[in-house]
């Protein structure tokens, strides 16, 4: 069976620093590999999927994660954080149209 | 309009209750999903329907039973609530080409 681990449960970073969240799947082969976001309160949006093709993937919100199959890695990056970042994050894997959530990283922005 | 709407968005019940939770949407996808999220676990898939005729247990379906009404509807319901099942519910669709899934705001469930 498929898994997610996101080693991080909390992050603090200032306003206007560059941002990486990590995420490790394990799965036999290369599944769908999405990335969603949880503001307090609200429902889950999606940020950006990978399914094949080129591994740096862009999404919305200036948001952009890398596929390296090697590490079998998900990482989720941005270049400027901004106060309204602060949310939950979570990478899930999708096989045969289900999806496996990993347990959620928490971004806090200082300003 | 949202998309996908789940009601009610808050409930408070007793231990032993019979809840119903309701999804409906608007976007036409076949596949639709109910999951529960929990502090520190992430969210959990309880069931899901890829159409009308097809009901599948997810991981941790013990305790809830679901109706999938038509394709734009799936209600999830607890026979007889219990605490350890207050938690966060969510339901999601998805169509069958593009995978990713949609989410309804939420239903927060409180069993005293």
């Known amino acids: 069976a498929q898994s997610v681990t996101q080693p991080d449960i909390h992050i603090t970073v200032s306003e206007g620093a560059s941002l990486e969240l990590r995420c490790n799947y394990s799965?036999?082969?290369?599944?769908?590999l999405f990335w969603y976001v949880q503001s307090p309160g609200q429902g889950l949006q999606l940020l950006l999927k990978?399914?094949?093709?080129?591994?740096l993937v862009q999404g919305i919100k200036g948001f952009e994660a890398e596929f390296k199959r090697s590490q079998s890695s998900f990482n989720l990056r941005k270049p400027s954080v901004h106060w309204s970042d602060a949310a939950e994050y979570f990478c899930?894997?999708?096989?045969?149209?289900?999806?496996?959530f990993g347990t959620g990283t928490r971004l806090q922005v200082t300003l | 309009d949202a998309d996908v709407t789940q009601t009610p968005r808050n409930r408070i019940t007793k231990t032993g209750k019979r809840i119903m939770l309701e999804c409906s949407q608007t976007k036409g996808h076949d596949r639709m999903y109910w999951y529960r999220q929990d502090p520190g676990l992430g969210l959990r898939l309880i069931y899901y329907?890829?159409?009308?005729?097809?009901?599948n247990k997810g991981e941790i379906s013990d305790g809830y039973s679901v109706s999938r009404q038509a394709q734009a509807k799936f209600s999830l319901s607890l026979e007889s609530a219990i605490p350890n099942q207050t938690a966060l519910y969510f339901c999601?669709?998805?169509?069958?080409?593009?995978?990713?899934?949609?989410f309804g705001p939420g239903t927060r469930l409180t069993v005293l």
């Open positions: 899930a894997v999708g096989v045969k149209s289900k999806l496996t």
């Open positions: 799965y036999g082969a290369t599944p769908y």
């Open positions: 999601a669709t998805s169509d069958s080409v593009r995978f990713e899934q949609f």
């Open positions: 990978y399914f094949s093709g080129d591994t």
């Open positions: 329907s890829f159409d009308v005729k097809d009901i």
